[in-house]
């Protein structure tokens, strides 16, 4: 039975078509995936969906009834919920006051209405049971909650509100494996009470293991809708690039590894305890592990961005490395994994984020030369393939995949000599994907030492030269890539949890 259905529904931006008559009709009590690469119209549709846009045109049919979103509450009073891929928390208030942020519970008293504090914190606890996370007090403040549990508190929001409708953008790009299959039972389990779930995702593995269904969206052009067990994934990645693409990774190239040139000796800190390893010239070296083993804060503390214990040698010299400048002067450069807060200022152009860590290499006598600037980001704008409209447009209105080419962009101009990559094609579609894989492999055929850190495991098992696996915040073993299998690295990454 429909429940939810889109007639030839349009919408542009300053004149740019994003939807094109749009046709999409969702079954009651189905879990229905929403593929396409970045730019291709799938959050623009649910904004629309979720009346956070209006459409230029077309209509909305819920239950068989036309309705008009003007506003997200009239969605949410209709049953419809939206859990956006970026966090929509207010991070100084607590678990509870943000689950219950706008629907505060309220109490009477002398006839003023107080706000019932202890009625929210038992209703959250409920939600939170519900949902099996019980593990985050609701009194935590969401600053200080990992990302993975800001995740899980963005969903437990949502289903607080009772939706009928719950639209999922990445709601596993931050879980682990067992978050995320828990989070997968959850969905089962509202699906055989009703909830018609709509669930966008990058990850085709994880279509092919939760969906009854699956719409593939190209250039804002609906190109087909099908039952998952009617199509293969290379159909699926055909669809959605326009061409075939018979495999996710580029091969990879014949180089020859050089000598070492940069060695971490027992360094430790809050998050983690005795790390050693080594790097040699045009080296990928993979950290892999569970989201909360550590691997972030290494790459974090080696590029300067948290205090540790322990030593760093670059080039057979001991270095001191207490802030990210000093990473810089020794050509070790962070792609972190958080883009939006720490890899780019959003309201700033293309051209601006390219320049601000780079204004010394544009200036002269205090004056910046601006034909040296534009060339440097239009170069590497062409280098890295990156889509935009003019080195002026503002990075907030790119795809993911380009805001992140931005990021390790303003990086090259620098010829690092070491490059961090904290989980560099999280939340991008798969054409961005094999074009970063392709600059990876370039820049490690040029000799760059590259520390791959990723939760993706065939990303590792695919890119890296070795392995290092990472559970509660120790090496738990090496592997040789060639021989592993992703067995074999949940096996490691797990070890510290179960000795």
Request: charged share 25%.
């Amino acid at each position: 039975m429909e429940i939810l259905r889109v007639e030839n529904i349009k919408k542009s931006f300053s004149g740019v078509s994003v939807l094109k008559n749009i046709n999409l009709s969702i079954k009651s009590g189905e879990l229905h995936a929403i593929v396409g690469e970045n730019g291709a119209g799938k959050s623009t549709l649910m904004k629309i969906i979720a009346g956070e846009l209006e459409p230029d045109s077309g209509k909305i049919y819920l239950n068989g009834k036309e309705v008009q979103f003007h506003s997200p509450l009239d969605a949410i009073n209709s049953g419809i919920a939206l859990i956006h891929q970026e966090f929509s928390l207010v991070p100084q208030l607590t678990v509870y006051e943000n689950i219950f942020l706008g629907r505060e519970i309220s109490k009477s008293f002398l006839g003023i209405d107080f706000i019932d504090r202890k009625a929210m914190k038992k209703e959250a606890q409920n939600v939170l049971k519900t949902f099996g996370i019980e593990n985050i007090p609701v009194n935590s403040k969401i600053k200080d909650l990992s990302v993975a549990n800001k995740q899980l508190t963005e969903i437990a929001k949502a289903l607080s509100t009772n939706s009928k409708i719950l639209i999922m953008d990445e709601p596993t790009a931050a879980l682990t494996l067992r978050e995320t299959e828990k989070l997968f039972s959850i969905l089962t389990n509202l699906k055989s009470n009703g909830v018609t779930i709509i669930f966008i995702s990058h990850r085709l593995e994880e279509i092919f293991q939760i969906a009854d269904s699956v719409t593939i969206l190209r250039n804002g052009e609906l190109i087909a809708t099908k039952q998952i067990n009617e199509v293969s994934m290379e159909e699926i990645v055909s669809m959605m690039i326009g061409k075939s693409m018979s495999n996710r990774f580029p091969p990879k190239p014949s180089k020859k590894i050089g000598d070492k040139f940069f060695e971490v000796r027992n360094i430790s800190s809050d998050a983690f305890k005795g790390i050693n390893f080594s790097l040699r010239r045009g080296e990928i070296l993979g950290i892999a592990g569970l989201v909360g083993c550590g691997n972030t804060q290494v790459g974090e503390s080696i590029y300067g961005l948290r205090k540790f214990d322990g030593e760093i040698y670059f080039e057979g010299k001991k270095i001191n490395i207490s802030k990210p400048t000093d990473a810089i002067e020794n050509g070790i450069f962070l792609v972190p994994e958080d883009r939006h807060d720490l890899g780019l200022v959003l309201q700033l152009s293309v051209k601006e984020n390219h320049s601000l860590p780079n204004l010394d290499l544009f200036s002269k006598l205090g004056f910046v030369s601006t034909s040296t600037e534009k060339k440097s980001v239009k170069d590497t704008i062409a280098y890295l393939n990156t889509k935009v409209s003019s080195i002026n447009q503002i990075v907030e209105n790119l795809s993911g995949g380009n805001q992140q080419k931005v990021v390790l962009g303003k990086w090259l101009v620098r010829s690092p000599k070491v490059l961090i990559l904290d989980e560099p094609t999280r939340g991008i579609d798969v054409g961005a994907k094999f074009e970063i894989y392709k600059f990876i492999y370039e820049q490690s055929s040029k000799g760059v030492g590259i520390i791959l850190i990723s939760s993706e495991l065939a990303e590792v098992l695919n890119l890296s030269d070795r392995i290092l696996v990472m559970s509660e915040g120790r090496i738990t073993g090496e592997l040789d890539p060639q021989n592993a299998t992703q067995e074999d690295i949940l096996r490691l990454a797990v070890k510290g949890k179960e000795s």
